[in-house]
């Protein structure tokens, strides 16, 4: 139980006390009147004596009295009604609330932290009310009146008669049969005769006069002389008198109907009485009957209908306000009462208290006592005093107490008045009351014994009740307290006698006595086990009580203390008492609260928030409300939309309240925060027919790092080639699209008159929808000119102008059970400025199950539409992002330091140009190396002309927007599917063999020296594109060389033809997704020619071998490849003609066909060589057709270039060699030099392609790069196969200088050798048996350098074949030539040749060795051999 302001001590003295009767003539009545005060009410602040009184037992022992107090009350013939008393009772309570401010206790109990109040002044402000307004019964005389004061005042006429006539008031009211009550102690009750006098208006000496012949009349002990009202009310009182009087009259008379405010009415309203509630004593119920001055009124606890039936039951909508209720009690209690007396008056009564107690009633008493002892020793024929005959009677032979089920119902049972058990409970009530617990104690138990071997059970229960009370206050604790006592009589009371009220009393006073004992436990079950359906507020208290029983055991029972605090506030709630109802629920959630009991949390939040709604308290309820939504609820679908309306309604409510306050933030939906993104700028157009927008960015795409990545270095790119080659240091990538992954640290910057759009991402936790409707950001605005003229003056921030921005709102958003779903909320700026958004404001509502779609479930009479619409509230959510956490200095990563996040922060700059492209007859599917027109189309949305236009790509090779001059550019051709891309030459089909020759530079072409190949300009026509301007150009595709899905970024990079500060440039992405599908493979190898000179007579000629495979699969639907021209490209060398040229001039390939070609390459002219620093090519045309394709004209050259150029690319990466010595660096380039060619072959076809039954012709390009002779190469990347697992090494290479050295391979082609001779030569053998035949072998040189050549004549014996072919023939003269050949000189030895027979012989034998002249370490290497070189003998 909770800590009590007065100990058990001192509690049950003052609940048990004897009590005196006041009987007051009119007059008498009018003078307390005065003092708005009836005569027991003014006695009553004085009713406790101040000092010791000492009296004297039975055995003539002294015995003293301390602290005794007497209750004076009006006498009043009517039992109070039930119901009026439930109604004082819960007026109590409710009218005791803790007190403002109080700082409650908090209790540490295993890992909870509990703030509870301490004390609970309205349980004991119950208990005080409930013992004392107890009706007087026949089974105990505790509360029966001893003596009866008749008053009488000094200005009547004849006093002594009005004494005489209250006297035979009295003695009528005690013995007349028609009065059952009230009830008395004795037949002879003692009568104390009171004269009243008014100081301030009577006869002093008359008072005096008449009090000495009432002293005569009724001895000095039974009458005294009472002087008050020593001052006039009406004068203006100097002094300030204390009020005594208010703290015992308010608790009896607060009349506020708070108990019946919105709740079951606790008390059924008695239509028939008429009497008022009044205080306790029933005053001004001045009703005369049967002629009698102030019939001893109806009690005052009758019930008063008109306040019963007027305001009992309030209903919700109109609930009196804390402080109308408030005023109520003021009114009730703003009397000043004691106004006529003064100081001394107080004193006077004090006085007259002391002598009335000491001469009169403690004198009565004790003689009561002693006669009753008489009595009961005559009665039972002993001799000896009751008090030292007790000792024999409970020692002697006990009688084996019989437990309660055994006896029947005897409750009925009645003794007459005078019967000797009841005189032996009357004297140990008279006991009790004067404090003699030992005496009261065995006289309780002798008569327990009575009663029940009477079986009277009532009587035999409140014997055991007070002989308990009775044993735990005797004066040194001979026993202990015998609790099986207490739970007999409650049981009994309860259980036979059917009476709670007793019940009650025996349980409030034993909890209080265990509790005094630390038996908390006891206490608890006791409290609990007198809660029951028949009194809510009870069963509330009890409860109450228990629980703080619970926690302050030894070891605190915390959740019993919660369990029993929510059954305690659900009576009080049953009771109307929302108050502690609303306490004890928010006691209670202190303990469930974040323990994952959610289902209980749910309970009580719910509960909270209807009570504080019900008490006004509107802000308690909207968080209650609020916690049950946030909250992962795991209730019901129809529980939470239970929940969410009854929130709507209370949040209504809230707003009604206060329509022009700040919007409140609301706890519904979701909104994830650091989801949040915001993209800058209008949203992607649809693709139109053939016409398909630039992807561009958009919210749809999802964020990948490596492509953010990508773009960035795109863009970096090309910044960097717009400024010199330098990336500004305040050059921050674009970023159009913000979200958590992105750089947040700066403002981001938008441009006025363009859309921002922020993705707010909801989630509904709830399994009910939720209907968010007009939903808008929120934000404000700083108006700015960040030209910086007037920069001192800053605007006032706007929160709603929309001619500064303008705000899309979404009507209806509906977000179903537990989904997740976002909104994209648009701002238009319209002005320069800094922007801010603060969060999302809309109108939370749910819409109505699926009952009520039809109007089914419809509350009546309300259309169910405009019902959902009524439960909206209107609100807001902020959107607060946390920025990344610090982690770079070492302060930020030893504490929790967080970044700023401005991506709902942007800066509105001016207008800025603004750029739209679109992709005409864009393929999504080619095969590798095809050739494809499309065309772009360049917009000017804005109303700023741009400039400065460019693409950037990493895969430059795979568009071109033509050459630099429109004569390498063709025509626009029309749309035509089978018309070519390329520019064509009718031909002349005579000159087929030889090839057709026309140069260009890379230059026109984009590829100069040093530029950066990824950055194309784009060739606006002025290169300004005005507002609302476009231009169309053509682009030529090429499909790249690998199959498969590509992704091909390109980023138009663009500029303002105003230099703002603020943006520099703007850019536009776009992604292209080409399929690739298989074509052609070729492969192709250039080696030395064997004839030396070609028609001018200069050597230098080569063979071109070219294999053409046809790998497609047929899924694409290409019938066969038609090879339509080879075209050549170098610096120095071109194709002259076709050497395998069959009769069929087609050169078709079916599928998986492989066709070979071989052509012939010579050196350039001298005047079409130019420069080694020039980029001017030769291109030499080979066609397969009548129609030649100019290849150096857009687009062929463009993507001969642009590979030429990836290649280039890809074979710097490689790491050059860095050699010893420098030397070894010169033979290295020196020899690569000799067996290196530059030359390039582009292989031009078609394809025939049949789809939808429609023949259509696809062209295409492949180039070979041939770098080396003797050394394949291919138009197609070559896969790289996985090294083998070697084993691990523990040594290391000796040789390490290996890699500077030149490879044997290229040493082999330093000299190139020839043999000219006579192809059959005839010879009569006949004649001459030796036949020599002249040969010429002619040394070339092809490197620049000196090189030292050995040419060996003898025949190699290694193998067994060379023995068959060469035995028969030798080389005459010398066997071995030393020779030094200076840089590319041709030197021809004459050799001669012997041969015996005829036949075919082969003369490529001499072997020829050749190193660098300057090479002293260089051993000579064998050089390649040239073909076989046959001669036929001939015998003439």
């Not at 009211?173 to 037949?187: E, L, R, T, V």
């Not at 309030?314 to 109520?328: F, I, N, T, Y």
Request: with cysteine; aromatic share 8%; charged share 20%.
């Amino acid at each position: 139980m909770a800590q009590c302001v007065q100990s058990v001590q001192e509690l049950i003295p003052d609940s048990f006390v004897p009590c005196v009767a006041a009987l007051c003539s009119d007059e008498a009545e009018r003078l307390t009147r005065l003092n708005h005060l009836s005569f027991a009410e003014l006695l009553r602040p004085f009713s406790r004596l101040t000092s010791e009184v000492h009296m004297r037992d039975p055995n003539n022992q002294l015995h003293v009295i301390k602290n005794l107090k007497i209750a004076v009350s009006n006498i009043i013939t009517q039992p109070p009604h039930p119901g009026a008393i439930r109604k004082l009772l819960s007026d109590v309570v409710s009218g005791s609330q803790p007190a403002e401010g109080l700082v409650a206790n908090v209790i540490t109990a295993g890992d909870y932290d509990l703030n509870i109040s301490a004390t609970t002044p309205w349980f004991e402000s119950y208990r005080e009310t409930f013992l004392q307004s107890m009706p007087a019964s026949d089974h105990e005389f505790l509360n029966h009146y001893l003596a009866c004061m008749l008053v009488a005042s000094s200005s009547e006429a004849e006093p002594v008669e009005q004494f005489s006539k209250l006297s035979q008031e009295q003695h009528r009211i005690q013995h007349n049969s028609d009065y059952s009550y009230p009830k008395w102690f004795i037949p002879n009750t003692l009568k104390y005769y009171v004269l009243l006098h008014d100081v301030s208006a009577g006869d002093e000496q008359r008072a005096e006069s008449i009090y000495e012949e009432m002293k005569q009349k009724y001895g000095t002990q039974g009458c005294y002389l009472l002087k008050i009202n020593s001052r006039t009310s009406n004068r203006a009182s100097d002094e300030q008198i204390p009020d005594p009087w208010s703290q015992y009259l308010q608790k009896n008379s607060i009349q506020n109907q708070e108990s019946y405010e919105d709740g079951p009415c606790t008390v059924t309203s008695n239509k028939n009485s008429d009497s008022n509630l009044l205080s306790l004593d029933g005053l001004d119920n001045e009703v005369k009957v049967d002629g009698l001055p102030n019939n001893f009124r109806a009690h005052p606890l009758q019930l008063d209908p008109s306040s019963d039936s007027s305001n009992s039951i309030d209903g919700p909508d109109h609930v009196k306000s804390a402080s109308s209720l408030h005023e109520a009690k003021k009114t009730n209690t703003g009397i000043i009462h004691g106004a006529c007396l003064t100081l001394t008056d107080h004193d006077r009564i004090r006085q007259f208290i002391q002598e009335f107690t000491f001469r009169g009633l403690l004198p009565h008493i004790e003689k009561t006592i002693r006669q009753l002892n008489d009595q009961l020793i005559s009665r039972k024929g002993l001799s000896r005093s009751l008090f030292s005959a007790t000792k024999k009677w409970f020692s002697g032979s006990k009688v084996p107490e019989k437990s309660i089920n055994d006896l029947k119902n005897t409750s009925g049972l009645l003794y007459p008045p005078e019967a000797p058990e009841l005189q032996i409970r009357k004297m140990a009530d008279l006991c009790f009351l004067v404090q003699h617990y030992d005496l009261a104690y065995n006289c309780y138990h002798t008569a327990k014994k009575d009663f029940l071997n009477d079986q009277a059970m009532l009587y035999a229960a409140g014997a055991l009740e007070m002989a308990a009370v009775s044993a735990f206050l005797q004066p040194g604790a001979p026993r202990p307290y015998p609790a099986h006592y207490m739970d007999t009589a409650i049981q009994t009371y309860r259980d036979i006698c059917k009476n709670m009220v007793l019940a009650e009393r025996c349980v409030l006073l034993s909890a209080e006595i265990l509790k005094s004992q630390s038996k908390y436990s006891e206490a608890a079950a006791l409290l609990i086990r007198l809660t029951s359906e028949d009194s809510d507020l009870r069963s509330a208290l009890l409860l109450e009580q228990a629980a703080h029983c619970f926690i302050n055991m030894k070891s605190p029972m915390v959740r019993k203390y919660a369990f029993h605090m929510i059954l305690a506030g659900h009576r009080f709630s049953k009771a109307g008492q929302k108050k502690h109802a609303l306490r004890c629920y928010c006691q209670a959630m202190q303990v469930y609260k974040g323990k994952g009991w959610s289902l209980a949390e749910d309970h009580i939040n719910f509960t909270i928030g209807r009570q504080s709604y019900t008490l006004r308290q509107l802000d308690n309820a909207v968080s209650a409300f609020r916690h049950i939504l946030i909250n992962e609820s795991k209730q019901s679908a129809a529980q939470q939309g239970a929940f969410l309306r009854e929130y709507l309604y209370v949040y209504k409510n809230v707003s009604q309240l206060s329509p022009d306050g700040p919007l409140p933030q609301l706890p519904l939906p979701y909104i994830n925060s650091s989801a949040t993104r915001v993209f800058f700028g209008h949203d992607r157009r649809p693709a139109d027919g053939e016409k398909q927008a630039a992807t561009h960015v958009s919210l749809d795409q999802e964020y990948d790092y490596e492509s953010s990545q990508q773009w960035r270095e795109l863009e970096e790119q090309v910044v960097a080639l717009v400024n010199k080659g330098v990336i500004p240091s305040n050059f921050h990538p674009t970023q159009y699209c913000l979200n958590s992954y992105s750089d947040n640290s700066k403002f981001p910057l938008a441009v006025v008159e363009e859309p921002i759009t922020v993705e707010v991402a909801f989630r509904n936790p709830l399994k009910v929808p939720l209907l968010l409707t007009d939903l808008s950001l929120l934000w404000k605005f700083q108006p700015k000119d960040f030209s910086g003229k007037n920069n001192e003056e800053v605007k006032e921030l706007v929160t709603s102008e929309p001619e500064m921005i303008g705000t899309e709102v979404i009507s209806e958003f509906l977000i179903n059970s537990e989904e997740s779903k976002v909104a994209r909320l648009k701002l238009f700026p319209h002005h320069i400025g800094e922007l801010h958004i603060l969060g999302v404001v809309y109108n939370l509502g749910t819409i109505q199950s699926s009952m009520t779609v039809d109007g089914i479930g419809a509350p009546p009479g309300c259309h169910t539409e405009k019902h959902s619409l009524s439960m909206l509230v209107r609100g807001r959510q902020d959107l607060e992002i946390q920025g990344p956490r610090l982690n770079n200095t070492k302060e930020e990563k030893t504490s929790i330091k967080y970044g700023p996040d401005r991506r709902l922060d942007p800066i509105i700059t001016e207008e800025m140009p603004l750029l739209e492209v679109f992709f005409i007859h864009f393929p999504t599917g080619l095969l590798c190396g095809e050739i494809r027109k499309a065309y772009v189309e360049f917009v000017n949305v804005s109303k700023c002309p741009l400039t400065g236009l460019k693409v950037v790509s990493k895969r430059p090779e795979f568009f071109t927007f033509g050459g630099n001059t429109a004569v390498l550019t063709p025509l626009s051709p029309s749309a035509s599917e089978n018309c070519s891309a390329y520019k064509t030459v009718v031909t002349d089909s005579a000159s087929v063999c030889t090839a057709f020759t026309s140069s260009a530079s890379s230059v026109d072409f984009g590829i100069g020296v040093g530029s950066h190949p990824e950055v194309i300009p784009v060739p606006l026509p002025d290169t300004v594109l005005l507002p609302g301007a476009s231009v169309q150009l053509p682009m030529w595709l090429r499909g790249p060389d690998e199959e498969g899905v590509h992704e091909i970024n390109f980023l138009f990079y663009y500029e303002s033809v105003k230099k703002l500060p603020k943006i520099r440039h703007r850019i536009l992405r776009h992604t292209a997704v080409i399929c690739t599908s298989r074509s052609l493979n070729v492969r192709a190898t250039v080696c030395r020619s064997n004839s030396l000179e070609d028609e001018e007579g200069r050597g230098g000629n080569m063979l071109v071998f070219v294999d053409v495979e046809n790998v497609n699969t047929s899924e694409a639907g290409v019938k066969e490849f038609h090879i339509v021209q080879v075209s050549s490209s170098s610096k120095h060398w071109k194709l002259h003609k076709s050497v395998n040229l069959s009769e069929n001039k087609d050169a078709k390939l079916g599928s998986r066909e492989k066709g070979k070609f071989c052509f012939k390459a010579i050196r350039c002219k001298e005047k079409e060589v130019a420069t080694q620093s020039s980029e001017k090519y030769t291109f030499a045309d080979i066609i397969f057709g009548n129609e030649q394709i100019i290849s150096s004209a857009s687009p062929c050259a463009d993507f001969f270039y642009r590979s030429l150029s990836s290649e280039l690319k890809k074979s710097q990466v490689q790491p050059s060699v860095h050699t010893e010595k420098h030397s070894a660096a010169d033979a290295v380039r020196l020899i690569q030099k000799c067996s290196a060619v530059d030359l390039n072959v582009v292989i031009l076809w078609k394809a025939y392609v049949v789809e939808d039954s429609k023949q259509l012709i696809l062209e295409g390009q492949h180039h070979i790069i041939l770098h080396t002779i003797g050394k394949e190469a291919f138009s197609y990347p070559q896969k790289q196969e996985p090294p083998e697992m070697e084993l691990l090494k523990f040594f290391r290479s000796e040789n390490t200088t290996v890699s500077s050295r030149p490879s044997v391979e290229q040493f082999s082609h330093l000299i190139k050798t020839s043999l000219h001779y006579p192809e059959s030569f005839n010879h009569p053998f006949h004649q001459k048996s030796l036949c020599l035949v002249p040969v010429t072998l002619l040394l070339s040189n092809c490197s620049e350098a000196d090189v030292d050549v050995i040419v060996d004549l003898r025949h190699k014996t290694t193998s067994p074949e060379s023995l068959e072919i060469h035995g028969s023939f030798t080389w005459l003269g010398q066997t071995q030539y030393k020779l030094r050949l200076k840089g590319e000189e041709i030197h021809s030895l004459q050799l001669k040749a012997c041969f015996v027979h005829t036949g075919v012989y082969n003369l490529g034998t001499p072997r020829v060795f050749a190193k660098l002249s300057d090479q002293l370490t260089v051993v000579e290497t064998s050089q390649q051999n040239s073909m076989p070189a046959l001669i036929i003998i001939n015998n003439v």
